[in-house]
C-alpha cells in the first residue's frame, strides 16, 4: 500500500479522487501495489462529503498528514503561495514525496523546494502545473533531455485561449465567455491571473528553465493579457490571414541569452498552433535532434488535471517500490542573462486612428523611416467624421525602434489614437 495525502478538495482535488475511484484496480496493477487516499486536508468538509470521502479521513489539520509515517506523498492542490508554500516544505523535511499543480509556486519559489527535495532525496513531480493533462514537463526532462532547446512556444492558458476562440469564432463579448470558463472550472480563483498573462507566464518560466537548464522566474517574463484585444482586431487578423493567440515564448539567442514572454499574437493561420483552439493548449518546441514537435490537449479542467496529478503519483509510486527515487531532480546549472524585451527584433501590427486627409499617409509613413521602422501593410478603413483607421504590419523592425516612432506619433496632431500594437509571431518558420 503506498499512502497518499491530498491538500485540497476542489476542482482538480475532487478530480484526482473520482480518477481513483473509477479507475483504482488499472491503476493499482500498473503499479503493482495499490493507491490509498490516506488523508485529504480541506476547510469545506462538506465538499470532500459530496465526494464519498470518509469522515475520518478529512482533516483540517496538516500535522495530522506529516505526522502519519504510512503517508508516503503529500499532494498540494491547494493553489496559492501561502500556505502552500509552508506544507509542501514540511512534508519535504519529513521526507514525503510531493505532487503539485501549484504553478504560482514553482515559478517564484522552485529554487527552495527543488534544493530542499535534493537534500531530503525525496521526488518533486509538477507534471499538472504546465498545460494542464498535457504531458510536457516529464517528456522534457526525460524523453528529450538528449536535445538543445532552442524555442519554445505555448498556449499555456485554457481561460483565455477560450475567450479568444469564441470571440473569433462566435463573435461573443469576453466577459460573458470568462463566466463560461469560470463555470466550467478553467479559470483560477481570481481570473485576472489568466486574463493578465500571468498564469501562462508562470507556465513559461518553468518550461524555460527546463529547457534551457537555467533558473527562470515569473520576473523574468514580460507579460502582456488579452484586456486590449477587439473584435476590430480579431477581424484585421482574419483579412490578413492571422490568428490572435495569448502565445507564451522562450527562446535562446546565439549570445545564451534567454528571451522569455507572454503576449497575444498575429499568429499565420498556416501555422500549427492556429488550429488550437478553446480549453485546447498547445506546447510547439524545437530540438536540434527531434526537430519541430507539438504537444496538444487540455490545458485546464477537473479531469484532464486530474490525469497529470496522477500520472506524477504513479511515477513517485514505482520510484518507491525500485527505491530510485530523486532520479530526476532540478536541471538549472547554469546561470543565464534574461533578454529585456526593448532588444527584441520582430513584426508589429499597428491599428490607428488619423486624420483623413492628403498627405498624413506620408507624414505617418516619415515618422517610421526617421526611426528605422519599415512597414509591409499598409490597410485605410472606416472614414468617419474626417477619420480613419490604419492598419500596418511592418517588416522586422527593433522592438526599441517601433516604441520610439510610436511615442513620435503620439505628439502629433494628425494621430487621433494609437488603437493597439500587436506583435506577430511564427511568420519565419522553416518547415524542415
Ligand atoms: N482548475 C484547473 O483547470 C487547473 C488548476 N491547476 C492548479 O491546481 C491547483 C488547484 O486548483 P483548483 O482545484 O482549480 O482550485 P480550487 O479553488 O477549486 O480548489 C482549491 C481547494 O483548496 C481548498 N483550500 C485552499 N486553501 C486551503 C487551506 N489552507 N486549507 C485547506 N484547504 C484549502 C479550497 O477551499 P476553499 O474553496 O474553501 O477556499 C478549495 O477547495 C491550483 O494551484 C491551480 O493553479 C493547474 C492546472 C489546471
Ligand atoms: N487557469 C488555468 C488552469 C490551468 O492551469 C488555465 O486556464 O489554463
Ligand atoms: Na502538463
Known sequence: MIGVALLGCGTVGSGVIKLLQKNSEIIDKRIGESIVIKKVLERDTEKCQLLEIKDELITQDIQEILDDQDIAIVVE???????????????????????????????????DIFDRAKEKGVDFYFEASVAGGIPIVYPMKQSLAANQIQEVIGILNGTTNYILSKMSQEGRDFNEVLAEAQQLGYA?????????????????????????????????????????????????????????????????????????????????????????????????????????????????????????????????????????????????????????????????????IVEDRPGVLAGIAAVFGNNNVSIATVLQKTSKQGWAELILITHRVREIHLRDSLTVLKGLSIVGEIKNVIRLEGTDREVD
Do not use: W
Request: net charge negative.
Open 77 to 111: 492542490l491547494i493553489g496559492g503561495i501561502e500556505p502552500a508554500f509552508s506544507y509542501i516544505m514540511a512534508a519535504l523535511a519529513r521526507g514525503k514525496h510531493v505532487v503539485t499543480a501549484n504553478k504560482d509556486l514553482i515559478a517564484i519559489k522552485g529554487k
Open 188 to 352: 483560477e480563483s481570481d481570473p485576472s491571473a489568466d486574463v493578465d498573462g500571468l498564469d501562462a507566464a508562470r507556465k513559461i518560466a518553468i518550461l524555460s528553465s527546463i529547457a534551457f537548464n537555467s533558473r527562470v522566474t515569473l520576473d523574468d517574463v514580460y507579460v502582456e493579457g488579452i484586456r486590449s484585444i477587439t473584435a476590430a482586431d480579431i477581424q484585421y487578423a482574419k483579412e490578413l490571414g492571422y490568428v490572435i493567440k495569448l502565445l507564451a515564448i522562450a527562446k535562446e539567442n546565439s549570445q545564451q541569452k534567454i528571451e522569455v514572454r507572454v503576449h497575444p499574437a498575429f499568429l499565420p493561420k498556416t501555422h500549427p498552433m492556429a488550429g488550437v483552439n478553446d480549453v485546447f493548449n498547445a506546447v510547439f518546441l524545437h530540438g536540434d535532434a527531434v526537430g519541430e514537435i507539438m504537444h496538444y490537449g487540455r490545458g485546464a479542467g477537473q479531469m484532464p488535471t486530474a490525469s497529470a496529478v496522477f500520472g506524477d503519483i504513479i511515477e513517485i509510486a514505482r520510484n518507491i517500490l525500485h527505491h530510485s527515487n530523486a532520479r530526476i531532480g532540478c536541471s538549472c546549472y547554469e546561470n543565464k542573462a534574461i533578454m529585456d524585451i526593448k532588444e527584441l527584433e520582430g513584426e508589429y501590427y499597428i491599428r490607428m
